[in-house]
Structure formats: C-alpha cells, structure tokens
C-alpha cells in the first residue's frame, strides 16, 4: 500500500474486536489501538496517527458520532469504516460522504471488511494525492 495503514479499532465487543483485529493485521495493516467505547478511542486519537479507523456505529450514548467528529477535528483525511449493529438505523448517505466514511452493515464477512477497508484506503489515497 502506498499510503500509511495506522488502523484504529473501536469495537465495544471484545470477540468482534479480536476478530477485526486479526483480519486486519492480516492483510498488512498496523493496528495501532483496539478501543473498546469512546473514551478509550478519544486517548488512541491523542497518542497516535490514524490513517484508517473502524468504529462500532452502535456504541453507546452516541460515542461512535463523538469519536468521528474528533478524528475529523485532529486528521481530516482519514476514512471511516462505520460498523452497522442489528437494530440501528444507517447514518445518511450525506453524513457518510462528508465524514468520508464507509458503512459496512453486520454481519459482514472478512471478505466484505477487508474490501471495505482497502477501499477507504485507496479512496484516501487518491484524495491526499490529487
């Protein structure tokens, strides 16, 4: 990959997040913190560069929205893998392009994650490059 692959995980479920954590380092990305609620993941934010995060969109008390304004506020360019939960709506197609965030409904495959991860990352590439 041509652009760095600093990956933060935010996953309130510690056997989804071992296993997104697997997959990803898998493929050659680094995982520089595994965050398991929205505090944990705004002190990953003030202690590493991120590149690509991949956020819960079900965290509780609307951590999920917290977490993605803060990592626009700090890097504007890294893309956003939204998790979907059974039950939670899909955040608006508007919302997702100005967060440059991809939506990934559960449950998904390691197949659908990774291509959804590696398309964020082109997607970012491509924009930083431009």
Known sequence: ???????????ADNTSASQIEEYIKNEGY????????????LQALSSF???????????????????MHALRKKQLTAPIVLLGKPGIGKPNQLRLKNNRAF????PF?????LE?????????????NS
């Open 103 to 106: 939506y990934l409904p559960r």
């Open 30 to 41: 680094k995982v520089v913190s595994v965050a398991s609620n929205g505090m944990a993941a």
């Open 109 to 113: 495959s390691r197949s659908e994650l």
């Open 116 to 128: 959804t991860a590696a398309k964020a990352v082109k997607t970012n590439c491509a924009h930083t």
């Open 49 to 67: 560069s991120i590149d690509l995060a991949i956020i819960d969109y079900g965290l509780p008390d609307s951590w999920s929205e917290t977490v």
């Open 1 to 11: 990959m041509s652009c760095n692959t600093n990956v933060l995980i935010v996953e």
